[in-house]
């Protein structure tokens, strides 16, 4: 158990579809996290929530839409994809404003694959 | 520019013996620097960190070592395990909380 659940785990969506991932920490923190990872790359941060509010967000297309409700539940519109958008999506969160002592946890992410 | 690479994609090690992952990073105001495990089909879990202004941090069975001169971040495991198979991030932690992640290390034990 990581404290930070992500459903689905597996995704396959066609590149005219609509889905939606989902995110929820059980941690108690303030900041959540999307970030993406494709194979042989780093991870790449997408977006940031500190306190519900974006306060980054990395030159992502729109064809990618983040909401916050709460600080406990993020989300990941997609729509209209792109088979390079194929990858695992990682959540995470931590607590701000300090990163020390407060790494990021991460869930267990999605497998997205785009048709 | 920014980045945190390793230095090999790959290690191998026999059951038992101590493994060393290295890193290298780029950014000498980074004051925070974490090590990342991730397992097949999960996310990346923390591992163990180190503040800048220390050179050596000890856990269970892992070691820390950051060389600010050289800019190096090096994990150590003791008695290398199956279960300690995995790929390994290094990350750093530029002033203003942006986190930057190397590219990984596979870690392949074998028995």
């Known amino acids: 158990e990581t404290g930070v659940t992500q459903t689905p785990r597996h995704l396959v969506m066609g590149m005219t579809n609509k889905k939606s991932l989902k995110c929820e920490q059980h941690?108690?923190?303030?900041?959540m996290y999307w970030y993406k990872q494709s194979a042989k790359k780093p991870l790449e941060l997408m977006f940031v929530?500190?306190?519900?509010?974006?306060?980054e967000n990395n030159s992502v297309p729109s064809r990618f839409s983040p909401e916050c409700p709460n600080s406990s539940h993020l989300f990941l519109h997609l729509h209209t994809l792109q088979p390079e958008d194929s990858a695992l999506y990682l959540c995470?969160?931590?607590?701000?404003?300090?990163?020390?002592?407060?790494?990021?946890?991460f869930g267990n992410g999605t497998r997205l694959t785009v048709t | 520019g920014e980045s945190v690479g390793l230095h090999l994609p790959t290690l191998s090690v026999q059951e038992g013996d101590n493994s060393i992952i290295n890193c290298a990073y780029s950014?000498?105001?980074?004051?925070?620097f974490i090590w990342y495990k991730q397992e097949s089909g999960k996310g990346p879990q923390f591992i163990i960190d180190?503040?800048?202004?220390?050179d050596k941090r000890q856990g269970q069975r892992v070691t820390v070592l950051l060389n600010k001169t050289v800019k190096h971040l090096s994990l150590q495991i003791a008695a290398t395990q199956p279960g300690d198979s995995a790929v390994y991030f290094c990350?750093?932690?530029?002033?203003?909380?942006?986190?930057?992640f190397g590219q990984g290390t596979t870690l392949q034990v074998k028995p």
């Open positions: 995470a969160s931590s607590q701000v404003p300090s990163s020390y002592n407060s790494p990021l946890h």
């Open positions: 941690l108690g923190h303030n900041a």
């Open positions: 929530y500190s306190l519900e509010e974006r306060v």
């Open positions: 950014n000498s105001a980074s004051d925070y």
């Open positions: 180190i503040r800048s202004n220390m």
């Open positions: 990350a750093e932690n530029l002033k203003g909380g942006k986190l930057i």
